[in-house]
């Protein structure tokens, strides 16, 4: 989900204060989509059928964001965060007395939402949804508020009986959001830790793609822009956080998404790259993708602004680049391809016990990123193996396969995002 917003001014100081008091930092726990621990978890599909739709799950997400990039208008707390349909659940308790929450982690977008009672169109949701006349804490914030102003002007709106705030958020998808913008208190789980007077949307008419799953009952903005879960947490976490991607079918290993302190990367093997933030696109994490090393072989592009998102399994690449990257991937390995590849790949080949895969190095500016083969290849029955990279004309991702097991930190003020390779296992 990538919604389309401005890139604003800080939020008033009263709002951020009031949600960030007394942590410096705080870590959520992920589970995979795919993962035995998952909600989701469907023991009766194949590991080629759960290979397969994590495929086609990217390739929608990729839609979603191109459709948004061509559209300028646009001590510590745990939490357990649970991909869904490709995205990231992350389980929330929200208002006083606290209720439950499943909501989708997205790297690429802003706002804070739930469904909210009453509800004029709602998606089926296995829990009932958020009541904010029984929280003793829900606000309601007033058209003229500040965190209201950081809404772009043809998205929010004033309320006909009370001045309240409503806003209305399309995605990229045209899936969409609409209700009123308030203030309650969010924790991740922990009783001792609470974050009074969060900024979140309480959607009465809601339609989204994530809508299959009754799990999800909104979504967690975790992008650059204002109203965001890592802008409100602001100066308190030093914009910073991290994550550290397990393998997707471990089956007692979690992922782990950090916040402030606990995100900071240091030692030996960290690399780090700028962070190109887009002000007409503040919802994306941008970096510079020079080139990629197969062996001793190095193909160099010509367009390396690619996102890095944690929501798409792929890799997708600039289509010439993308073969250019294919054939010296065949030459080296010494592969030829296999015709009628499985649905959302686009490489496959077979391989025996002589097949030696080579070392792969993406040279992002001043980072060389060293990839395993289980970053980059996907095995399926028999011997038979695809490439998690495919080739597009308008959106280039880093998706979060090539990601796996590394830690991954996001300096939002430094603009950098820094690498380090490591057993996420145990991180």
């Not at 800080?10 to 930092?25: D, G, H, I």
């Not at 309650?184 to 309480?202: A, L, R």
């Not at 996102?307 to 010494?334: M, P």
């Amino acid at each position: 989900m990538h919604a389309f917003i401005f890139l604003f001014l800080a939020l008033n100081s009263l709002y951020t204060l009031s949600f960030v008091e007394a942590t410096k930092s705080f870590s959520i726990e992920l589970i995979h989509h795919d993962s035995p621990l998952s909600p989701f978890y469907n023991s009766s599909l194949t590991p080629s059928e759960l290979i397969t739709n994590a495929a086609l799950r990217s390739i929608s997400r990729s839609k979603r964001v191109t459709l948004s990039q061509n559209n300028e208008i646009n001590e510590s707390p745990e939490s357990i965060v649970i991909p869904n349909g490709g995205d990231y659940l992350m389980k929330i308790y929200i208002g006083t007395p606290p209720i439950e929450r499943f909501a989708v982690a997205d790297t690429g977008s802003d706002l804070i939402w739930v469904q909210c009672s009453p509800c004029e169109n709602c998606f089926p949701q296995d829990t009932p949804y958020y009541d904010p006349s029984k929280s003793s804490t829900f606000i309601g914030l007033s058209c003229d508020s500040k965190p209201c102003s950081l809404l772009p002007q043809d998205r929010h709106f004033c309320g006909k009986s009370n001045n309240e705030c409503e806003y209305l958020y399309v995605y990229g998808d045209n899936s969409y959001t609409i209700g009123e913008l308030g203030t309650d208190s969010i924790n991740f789980g922990q009783k001792d830790v609470t974050f009074p007077k969060s900024i979140f949307g309480c959607g009465h008419d809601n339609d989204v793609t994530f809508k299959r799953s009754r799990k999800a009952t909104g979504l967690v903005g975790l992008g650059a822009g204002p109203l965001s879960l890592v802008s409100q947490l602001g100066d308190s976490i030093g914009h910073k956080f991290s994550y550290c991607l397990v393998p997707p079918f471990l089956s007692k290993a979690t992922s782990k998404l950090k916040f402030g302190d606990e995100a900071n990367l240091n030692g030996n093997g960290v690399v780090s790259t700028p962070l190109i933030l887009k002000s007409s696109q503040p919802s994306f994490y941008y970096l510079n993708l020079e080139g990629i090393t197969v062996g001793q072989k190095t193909i160099h592009t010509t367009d390396g602004n690619i996102i890095i998102d944690s929501g798409t399994t792929l890799t997708l690449l600039e289509t010439s680049f993308y073969y250019n990257f294919v054939a010296s991937v065949k030459e080296v390995i010494g592969v030829e391809e296999v015709q009628n590849p499985p649905s959302g790949y686009n490489f496959c080949f077979t391989y025996g016990e002589q097949t030696k895969f080579p070392s792969f190095v993406f040279h992002f500016t001043g980072a060389d990123v060293t990839l395993k083969p289980e970053n980059l290849f996907v095995p399926f029955a028999n011997n038979f193996i695809c490439l998690s990279v495919i080739p597009n004309d308008q959106t280039f991702i880093f998706g979060n396969r090539a990601q796996i097991d590394f830690i991954v930190e996001y300096d939002l003020k430094g603009k950098k995002v820094s690498f380090a390779p490591t057993d996420c296992s145990k991180n």
